[in-house]
C-alpha cells in the first residue's frame, strides 16, 4: 500500500446517482471530483414527478413489507434483475425516505405531520412518498445543497459544462483498470485527462437515440456509449421503457406523471370511432374504460408497459383514438379541483402551460413516449447473507416474509464489487447501472435506484479507493504519457469533426448531423419501441448500418473554437449510432416477450432460452459493431411467476362500466 | 356515476393561430467574450405545438438567414423542456421567461409575426443566447442554503412538519435558479468580476432561499450565518422594492414576501446583536 498518497474519486454526471455518490464518497474522507455537462441542480433528475417507493409504517400494518416491494420490483421487471440488489434497494428504501426527510425535503404531510403516502403502479399498497409533483426536483435539490455545503468546504469539487469524452484505464485483461477520464470545457473547448483511483459514471439514459422522448436534451447515453466502446459491456440494451401517458409536443414529449392515474385518473376512449365531440361532453356510457375492463384488479394502475401496449393497440391496432389521431384520454375531471391543484399542481401547470387546457376541466390528450433506460452498463455485486435452499414463491400482503430487511441480506456492505462495471475501478451507478428494474421499471423506484446506488454502491467505492487496487497502484503514480494518449486521441477525433466544418456551402441532409440525427429517432421509434418484430428490426439494423456509414461522412456546421455545441451533438450522434445497434441487435435475439419488451412474431416469455441477461459487447469487426453475450440471472431468492395482473377480456362493444374507480373517487 | 358537468375554463383564444404560416425570429448573436454582437434574422415555418425550441432546433439544422447566407445554428442554453429545470431562460420580445414554455401559437399567431431572443443581461454572455449563471449559483452559497445535517448514515426520520409549512416550504424550494427573478431586478447588475460577489445585491431568489431553510427545524441552526449574510453588503436592505422579481417568477414564488420576511428578521436580528453588545 502507498503511504500518504493523494486520493481522488471521479464522478461523471450530477443528477441523484451522481450527488449520492459524491456526497457519500466526499463524506468519508475521500476529495470528489464531480463533472457535469449542466450546473448539477439543472439535471435530468429534476423532471420526475411522481414519487419515491418505501416501505413505510401504515403500509407495515396494513401487511406491507420491505420483502413485499423486493417482490414487486422483481415481478414487475418479470424477473429480468438480478435477484440481490434488487432486494438490498427495497430493503434501504426506508433509510433512504429518512435520510432525504432530514436533508429537508418537502414531502407531503398528513395532518399529523407525517409524510404522506400515495398510491402508484405495480401495488397495492400506498407506499410511494412525494413533495407535490415536482418530487425528482425536491430530491435532486437536497443532494444538490448537500453538494453545495461539501463543495464549500472543499471536499467536491465540481467541474460544471464539462463533457465526459472517455476513461482512461491501463493494462489490458485481468489488470485492466480505469485511472481516470478525459473531458473538455463546453464553453473553451479545452481537452484534459483528469486522474481518478475510482470513476464512478451517473450519465442516467438513453431516450434521446428515439427522438422525441420525455428525456431532457442532455440525455443521449453519449457517456455510457462511449465506456461500451472502451470496453466495458452494456446489460438489457433492448430493454427500453416506455411511458404510457406523455404530451405530445414538437420538440419533445412531456411527461404527465403516473400519480395522474395514482389519484385516480381514468384512461377512456369514446366508444363511437372518430367521435367528434369533446371529451368532457361524452357521456359516461359511451366512453370505453379500456384498462379498468381488462384489469379488474389494477384497474389504470396496470404498470407501464401493459399501459402503453393496451393505449398503442386501442389506437394503432383498432383506430380507436381520440379524434382519429394517436391519442386517449387521461381523465381527471372527475376529482375535486382543489384536490388536484394541492395533489398534482405541478403537473397540472405543465398541461395546462404545454397543451393550452385546463385539466380540472377537460381531459387530458396523452399517448406513449420513450421514458426509461432499463438497460445500461452491466454491472457486478458480491450476494448478501440471504440465501435460501430454495427460491420462495409467490408473496401475498400479510405473510411473513423468508427473510428480515437487515443490512447486507441482498448485497455485501461495502463490497468493492458492487455496481462495478467488468473494467475494475470503473462504476455505474443510477440509470445508467442495468442492475434493478429488469425488463420494466415500476414507477417511483427510479429515484430509489439513483439514491440507493450512491449511498450503498459509494461505500464499496470508497473502498477500492482505500483498500482495494487503487491503493496499492494509486492513479497518481499512473505515468503521465498514458492520459497524455488518452487526450490525443480525443483531440484528433474533434479535429477531424472541426475539418469537416472547413467548406461547408449547401450542407445536404445526407450529411448533416441534424438530420442524421432525426432520422435515427424515428427509425428507433418505429422499430423497437412498443412492438416490436423481428423483420422490422432487421430493417432497422439494416437503416443503422447506412446512417453509421453517413455519419462517418458527416459534416459539421460550425467549426468554432468556442463553446462550439454542434460538435457535442455530432460527437453524441456518432455513440448513439452506435448503442442504437445494441439496442436494435438485442431485441432482435431476444425471441421472446419480456416486460417492455415486447415481440409480436414472439408473444410469450421464454424462460428456457431467455432468463438470461443479454451483454452487448463492443464489437468493431462486426456489421452492427456489436455481439450479445448471453449471462444467467441470479433467481436464487424468488421462482418467476407469470406477469399478468389479473387480465381479463374486454371489447369497445361491452356495455360493462365497472364501479370500482367511482367507488374509489368518494372514500 | 356520472360526473356534474363542470365549466370549461381553457382561455379563449384571442388570435386563432394561422396554420402553415412563418414567423421571423430575430436573434441577438455573439461569437464569444469580446467579440462584436449582431444581429441575425430567420424565417421559420411553424408547426402546431411549435415553442422557441423547435425554432431553434430547426434554425440548427437550417442555419440560414433571409439574406440566404449561410451561418452557424444558434447557441442556447437548454434541459428538461418542460420549465422545471431553469436552463433555457432568455429574454423573448422583451420579457425574460423560459423559453420552452413559450408557445408560438400564443407569441406569434400570424403569418409573418416577428419575435426577438436575447441573451439575459445580467450574466456575462458565453456564446449567443448562453449565459454563465455563476454567480447566481454563487450566491447560494453564501447564505448556506442546506440543511447542516450529521451526515448521510441512518439516524431516523427527520422532524415533523404541518401541512401548512410544508406547503409554505414546498413552493419556495421549487425555485429552479433560472435568474428569472435577477434580470428583471433594477438593484442586480452586471458583474463579472467574481472578487465583487460578495459585496454585490445578492437577489431574490437568494433571500427566499434563506427563508426557506430558516423554516426547517434542522436549517434553522444556520440561521444566524444567514442573517449575517443578508445584513451586511449588497444584503436585503439592497433590495428597492420595485417588486418586478415576483412579477417575472415563472413559479410564482412569493418573492417580495420572502424579502419582506428577511427583512424583518435582518432588523431583530441586528437590535438582537447590538444588544448583545455584537457589531
Do not use: D, M, T
Given at each position: 500500500m502507498v503511504a500518504n498518497r493523494e486520493r481522488r474519486v471521479i464522478v461523471v454526471g450530477g443528477g441523484l446517482a451522481g450527488l449520492a455518490a459524491a456526497v457519500r464518497v466526499a463524506e468519508s474522507g475521500i476529495p470528489v471530483d464531480l463533472f457535469s455537462m449542466v450546473p448539477v441542480k439543472r439535471s435530468h433528475s429534476v423532471c420526475a414527478q411522481g414519487g419515491i417507493n418505501a416501505c413505510n409504517e401504515v403500509a407495515r400494518q396494513q401487511g406491507y413489507s420491505e420483502y413485499q416491494h423486493f417482490d414487486e420490483t422483481i415481478y414487475g421487471g418479470d424477473y429480468l434483475a438480478d435477484q440481490g440488489p434488487v432486494l438490498e434497494m427495497a430493503n434501504w428504501a426506508p433509510k433512504v425516505i429518512d435520510l432525504l426527510d432530514r436533508m429537508g425535503v418537502p414531502f407531503n404531510r398528513t395532518s399529523e405531520g407525517m409524510r404522506d403516502l400515495r398510491l402508484f403502479g405495480g401495488s397495492l399498497f400506498k407506499r410511494t412518498h412525494f413533495a407535490g409533483a415536482t418530487t425528482g426536483q425536491q430530491l435532486l435539490y437536497a443532494l444538490d445543497e448537500q453538494t453545495r455545503r461539501y463543495t464549500s468546504e472543499g471536499k467536491i469539487n465540481k467541474y460544471e459544462f464539462w463533457e465526459f469524452l472517455w476513461p482512461v484505464t491501463t493494462g489490458e485483461g485481468e489488470d485492466k483498470r480505469c485511472v481516470g477520464i478525459v473531458a473538455q470545457d463546453m464553453r473553451t473547448m479545452q481537452i484534459r485527462a483528469f486522474r481518478g483511483d475510482a470513476v464512478v459514471m451517473a450519465t442516467g439514459g438513453n431516450g434521446l437515440i428515439f427522438g422525441k422522448s420525455t428525456n431532457s436534451v442532455i440525455c443521449t447515453g453519449g457517456a455510457a456509449a462511449r465506456c461500451y466502446q472502451a470496453g466495458a459491456w452494456y446489460g438489457n440494451p433492448e430493454m427500453i421503457q416506455v411511458h404510457p401517458t406523455a404530451i405530445p409536443g414538437a420538440d419533445k414529449c412531456r411527461l404527465m406523471s403516473e400519480s395522474a392515474r395514482g389519484e385516480g385518473g381514468r384512461v377512456w376512449v369514446p366508444r363511437k370511432k372518430g367521435d367528434t365531440r369533446r371529451g368532457q361532453d361524452i357521456p359516461e356510457g359511451e366512453r370505453w374504460y379500456f384498462l379498468e375492463e381488462k384489469y379488474?384488479?389494477?384497474?389504470?394502475?396496470?404498470p407501464r408497459d401493459i399501459a402503453s401496449r393496451e393505449i398503442f393497440d386501442v389506437c394503432v391496432n383498432q383506430g380507436m383514438g381520440v379524434f382519429g389521431e394517436n391519442q386517449v384520454y387521461l381523465d381527471l375531471t372527475h376529482k375535486d379541483p382543489e384536490y388536484l391543484t394541492r395533489k398534482l399542481g405541478g403537473i397540472m401547470e405543465i398541461y395546462e402551460k404545454f397543451a393550452g387546457e385546463d385539466p380540472r376541466y377537460a381531459p387530458m390528450r396523452i399517448f406513449p413516449a420513450v421514458h426509461y433506460t432499463m438497460g445500461g452498463l452491466w454491472t457486478q455485486f458480491t450476494p448478501g447473507t440471504y440465501d435460501p435452499s430454495e427460491p420462495w414463491g409467490d408473496h401475498k400482503p400479510g405473510m411473513e416474509a423468508p427473510t428480515d430487511a437487515k443490512p447486507g441480506r441482498g448485497m455485501r456492505i461495502g463490497a468493492m464489487n458492487n455496481a462495478m462495471t467488468n473494467i475494475p475501478g470503473l462504476y455505474a451507478f443510477g440509470e445508467v447501472n442495468f442492475a434493478y428494474h429488469g425488463a420494466t421499471r415500476l414507477g417511483a423506484n427510479a429515484l430509489l435506484s439513483c439514491i440507493f446506488d450512491g449511498l450503498f454502491c459509494g461505500l464499496g467505492v470508497a473502498n477500492f479507493v482505500n483498500e482495494g487496487p487503487a491503493a496499492e497502484a494509486p492513479a497518481e503514480l499512473v505515468e503521465q504519457k498514458v492520459y497524455d494518449a488518452a487526450v490525443e486521441s480525443e483531440q484528433a477525433k474533434v479535429r477531424k469533426l472541426v475539418d469537416s466544418a472547413a467548406g461547408v456551402g449547401e450542407q445536404s441532409d445526407d450529411v448533416n448531423p441534424y438530420m442524421i440525427g432525426r432520422e435515427l429517432g424515428i427509425e428507433m421509434t418505429a422499430a423497437s419501441t412498443v412492438v416490436k418484430t423481428g423483420e422490422r428490426l432487421q430493417r432497422c439494423l439494416a437503416k443503422l448500418r447506412e446512417l453509421g456509414e453517413r455519419y462517418s461522412r458527416v459534416k459539421l456546421s460550425d467549426g468554432a473554437g468556442w463553446t462550439n455545441q454542434s460538435l457535442s451533438y455530432t460527437r453524441a450522434i456518432g455513440d448513439m449510432i452506435v448503442l442504437a445497434q445494441a439496442i436494435a441487435k438485442g431485441g432482435l435475439l431476444r425471441e421472446e416477450s419480456r416486460g417492455s419488451h415486447y415481440r409480436l412474431d414472439f408473444p410469450e416469455r421464454d424462460d428456457t432460452r431467455f432468463l438470461k441477461t443479454s451483454v452487448a459487447v463492443y464489437d468493431p469487426s462486426d456489421a452492427d459493431r456489436c455481439r450479445i453475450d448471453w449471462r444467467d440471472i441470479d433467481t436464487r431468492l424468488v421462482k418467476p411467476r407469470a406477469r399478468t395482473y389479473g387480465k381479463t377480456e374486454s371489447s369497445p362493444d361491452a356495455k360493462t362500466p365497472t364501479e370500482k374507480p367511482a367507488e374509489a373517487a368518494a372514500s | 356515476m356520472v360526473a356534474p358537468s363542470k365549466p370549461v375554463t381553457s382561455k379563449p383564444d384571442e388570435v386563432k393561430p394561422e396554420m402553415g404560416r412563418t414567423v421571423r425570429f430575430t436573434i441577438h448573436r455573439c461569437d464569444g467574450p469580446g467579440k462584436a454582437a449582431r444581429w441575425e434574422s430567420f424565417d421559420v415555418p411553424i408547426e402546431p405545438g411549435s415553442n422557441i425550441i423547435s425554432v431553434l432546433q430547426y434554425i440548427a439544422a437550417h442555419p440560414v438567414t433571409i439574406e440566404g447566407k449561410r451561418t452557424t445554428p444558434v447557441v442556447w442554453d437548454s434541459g428538461c423542456l418542460e420549465e422545471v429545470c431553469g436552463a433555457c431562460t432568455m429574454v423573448i420580445n422583451g420579457r425574460v421567461r423560459q423559453s420552452c414554455s413559450c408557445l408560438i401559437d400564443h407569441i406569434a399567431p400570424r403569418n409573418g409575426d416577428e419575435v426577438t431572443l436575447e441573451p439575459m443581461s445580467k450574466f456575462p454572455v458565453v456564446r449567443d443566447l448562453w449565459v454563465d449563471r455563476e454567480r447566481l449559483f454563487y450566491n447560494l452559497r453564501r447564505v448556506k442554503a442546506w440543511v447542516p445535517i450529521d451526515g448521510t448514515y441512518d439516524l431516523g426520520a427527520g422532524p415533523t412538519e404541518n401541512p401548512d409549512k410544508q406547503e409554505t416550504r414546498y413552493k419556495l424550494s421549487t425555485c429552479m435558479s433560472c435568474g428569472c427573478c435577477l434580470e428583471a431586478c433594477p438593484q442586480f447588475n452586471l458583474e463579472e468580476d467574481p472578487e465583487h460577489w460578495d459585496s454585490a445585491f445578492i437577489g431574490a431568489h437568494a433571500i427566499s432561499q434563506a427563508r426557506l431553510f430558516n423554516e426547517h427545524e434542522t436549517g434553522k441552526q444556520l440561521k444566524r450565518d444567514r442573517l449575517d449574510e443578508l445584513m451586511g453588503p449588497g444584503g436585503v436592505s439592497d433590495c428597492g422594492n420595485a417588486q418586478n422579481c415576483v412579477k417575472v417568477c415563472p413559479k410564482e414564488i412569493p418573492l417580495t414576501e420572502s424579502i419582506g420576511a428577511m427583512g424583518r428578521a435582518v432588523t431583530i436580528h441586528s437590535l438582537a446583536r447590538f444588544f448583545a453588545g455584537k457589531k
Open positions: 379488474p384488479k389494477y384497474g389504470n394502475l396496470v | -
